[in-house]
């Protein structure tokens, strides 16, 4: 295996963490709880999560490496 290389700080790092826990609070669960659990169950609320998640992730790869080339 190859080792892994992190090259940014490690404020950078503890910034997105904290995004990423504002996220998961704000959206009432992680991507892949909405996504595997919420789904199997057909919950609404899940569903609407998932493809928001979707969407968002779509539209941030799009701009990343189509826009701000």
Known sequence: MPP???ETSHVMLAFVGLLVGY???LGSGCTSG?????LSRRSPRSI??????MLT???AVY???HVLV
Not at 34 to 38: A, E, L, R, Y
Not at 48 to 53: D, E, I, Q, Y
């Open 23 to 25: 996220g998961t609070r």
């Open 34 to 38: 909405h996504g595997v659990c919420g």
């Open 63 to 65: 701009l990343l490496r």
């Open 48 to 53: 609407a999560a998932t493809v928001v998640f």
């Open 57 to 59: 992730g779509f539209a």
């Open 4 to 6: 892994i290389q992190i």
